[in-house]
């Protein structure tokens, strides 16, 4: 099991941007798979990003394709968010999957962070 940190998370106006970073600690992502997905109240968890253990293929939602960038180094997954929504504010989850394939569905991921808020005003 790794344990993930979300962080970056915060408030913008609508247009801007932000980075969010998970973190992982107590193993290294190794040959892991890692997704973003996020959720508001009421609503099942999203998928937003994903991206191989390789880095080689990335994955994006419908909603988010060309705004939102995903990529990461050895120990850290990063979100790259820009021209922000009021219809992406939501809790953002980092996810990794036991796997060398990606996933775009929520069961497919074994372990999960805390979250970190995003809230985008217009």
């Known amino acids: 099991q790794v344990q993930l940190v979300e962080s970056g998370g915060g408030s913008v106006q609508a247009g801007g941007f932000l980075r969010l970073s998970c973190a992982a ?17 009421g609503k099942e968890r999203e998928f937003v990003a994903a991206i ?28 790259q968010m820009n021209s922000l929504k009021p219809e992406d504010t939501a809790v953002y989850y980092c996810a990794a999957r036991h796997s060398i394939t990606a996933a775009t569905t929520t069961n497919l991921y074994d372990d999960w962070g805390q979250g970190t808020q995003v809230t985008v005003s217009s």
């Open 25 to 41: 600690s107590g193993r290294t992502l190794g040959t892991y798979s890692m997704g973003w997905f996020r959720q508001t109240p």
């Open 52 to 79: 191989t253990w390789s880095g080689s293929r990335v994955y994006y939602g419908d909603s988010v394709k060309g705004r939102f960038t995903i990529n990461r180094d050895k120990n850290t997954v990063y979100l």
